[in-house]
């Protein structure tokens, strides 16, 4: 599969989502420019907002992905978007105010800091900033996330930023057993602090937990044997010896930047098999959208053959 257009966060995925290479900033002044996978779906579909869900690691993607901020369909087609590390504030905050005065001395100097790190943490040099933890939710649906996070706070779970978000897209899985679900992952991008070993540590836990995800679909009913599971890189890595310092970064014009993978598991895959010719990144948006039954009517796009509808 190839990325032939900006190999960025922001205008990545939403190359993925809309079918179209999107060509703006990656510091979510913009929305994508035509209609999303989740708005073809629940236009054409008909699917109520509790149906379509994103739960993202990237602070770009979460302000820019919600039912506020859609493409030509206009709001009432977005999707409900959850940034688990900003609703993370308030679940520490909870247990900070539960705990005992003589363990914290000046609450108010730890809340501070917390949300210093959330709102500031810039490993990738972007400065990207927090717009708030759950982009298009009603009330009721981010009581119900927030619930999720406090019982994360309250365990001994890893606390990577991608098991926040695992663990937040298991909860919704369970309590909504939403038609469409996207989950964003980022500790590969531990590589922008220089460490190949931090890089390889994020990949492999990444991993993991797509494969708990694909086993979380086959435990229960009403996913298993009726669910589309598709997996896709971003973008790929600068080459070593590259002027951008290796796979650090991500910005070349190289082929190892472009050329990534996706792979597709479930049921209605007929068979075991292997694409080998050229497939575009914008080729996903119209291959799922008529999975469900849909048309990605302004996507340029080509809906893949191998996925039937």
Same mark, same amino acid.
């Given at each position: 599969?190839?990325?032939? %257009?900006?190999?960025?966060?922001?205008?990545?995925?939403?190359?993925? $989502?809309?079918?179209? /290479?999107?060509?703006?900033?990656?510091?979510?002044?913009?929305?994508?420019?035509?209609?999303?996978?989740?708005?073809?779906?629940?236009?054409?579909? %008909?699917?109520?907002?509790?149906?379509?869900?994103?739960?993202?690691?990237?602070?770009?993607?979460?302000?820019?992905?919600?039912?506020?901020?859609?493409?030509?369909? %206009?709001?009432?087609?977005?999707?409900?978007?959850?940034?688990?590390?900003?609703? $993370?504030?308030?679940?520490?905050?909870?247990? *900070?105010?539960?705990?005992?005065?003589?363990?914290?001395?000046?609450? !108010?100097?730890?809340?501070?800091?917390?949300?210093?790190?959330?709102?500031?943490?810039?490993?990738?040099?972007?400065?990207?900033?927090?717009?708030?933890?759950?982009?298009?939710?009603?009330?009721? $649906?981010?009581?119900?996330?927030?619930?999720?996070?406090?019982?994360?706070?309250?365990?001994?779970?890893?606390?990577?930023?991608?098991?926040?978000?695992?663990?937040?897209?298991?909860?919704?899985?369970?309590?909504?057993?939403?038609? $469409?679900?996207?989950?964003?992952?980022? !500790?590969?991008?531990?590589?922008?602090?220089?460490?190949?070993?931090?890089?390889?540590?994020?990949?492999?836990?990444?991993?993991?937990? *797509?494969?708990?995800?694909?086993?979380?679909?086959?435990?229960?009913?009403?996913?298993?044997?009726?669910?589309?599971?598709? *997996?896709?890189?971003?973008?790929?890595?600068?080459?070593? &010896?590259?002027?951008?310092? &290796?796979?650090?970064?991500?910005?070349?014009?190289?082929?190892?930047?472009? /050329?990534?993978?996706?792979?597709?598991?479930?049921?209605?895959?007929?068979?075991?098999?292997?694409?080998?010719?050229?497939?575009?990144?914008?080729?996903?948006?119209?291959?799922?959208?008529?999975?469900?039954?849909?048309?990605?009517?302004?996507?340029?796009?080509?809906?893949?053959?191998? *996925?039937?509808?």
């Amino acid at each position: 599969m190839r990325n032939d %257009g900006v190999t960025s966060h922001f205008n990545s995925i939403s190359s993925i $989502l809309t079918g179209n /290479r999107q060509r703006v900033d990656d510091w979510r002044n913009s929305p994508p420019a035509s209609p999303t996978l989740f708005e073809y779906a629940r236009r054409q579909s %008909g699917l109520p907002g509790s149906e379509v869900w994103m739960v993202a690691s990237n602070k770009a993607l979460t302000s820019q992905i919600s039912a506020s901020s859609v493409g030509s369909y %206009g709001a009432l087609y977005g999707a409900n978007v959850v940034f688990p590390k900003a609703l $993370l504030l308030t679940a520490v905050e909870e247990a *900070i105010q539960t705990g005992r005065q003589s363990s914290l001395a000046d609450r !108010d100097k730890v809340r501070l800091e917390i949300e210093s790190v959330i709102q500031n943490s810039d490993y990738e040099g972007l400065g990207w900033s927090v717009s708030g933890g759950a982009q298009g939710l009603d009330r009721k $649906l981010e009581v119900s996330v927030q619930s999720a996070i406090q019982q994360f706070v309250h365990t001994n779970a890893p606390a990577t930023g991608d098991q926040l978000t695992h663990f937040v897209a298991i909860e919704i899985m369970r309590r909504y057993a939403p038609s $469409l679900l996207v989950v964003n992952f980022s !500790d590969v991008e531990a590589a922008h602090f220089g460490s190949y070993s931090m890089h390889l540590a994020g990949i492999r836990n990444t991993d993991r937990l *797509i494969y708990e995800l694909w086993g979380e679909i086959n435990a229960h009913p009403e996913y298993r044997d009726q669910t589309l599971m598709v *997996i896709v890189p971003e973008f790929g890595r600068d080459p070593d &010896g590259s002027n951008n310092n &290796g796979f650090f970064n991500h910005r070349s014009n190289d082929e190892s930047c472009r /050329r990534v993978w996706t792979m597709c598991l479930g049921k209605s895959i007929a068979r075991p098999q292997m694409i080998d010719r050229p497939v575009r990144q914008v080729d996903l948006c119209p291959s799922l959208v008529q999975w469900l039954g849909c048309h990605a009517t302004e996507s340029t796009g080509a809906a893949l053959k191998e *996925i039937p509808s």
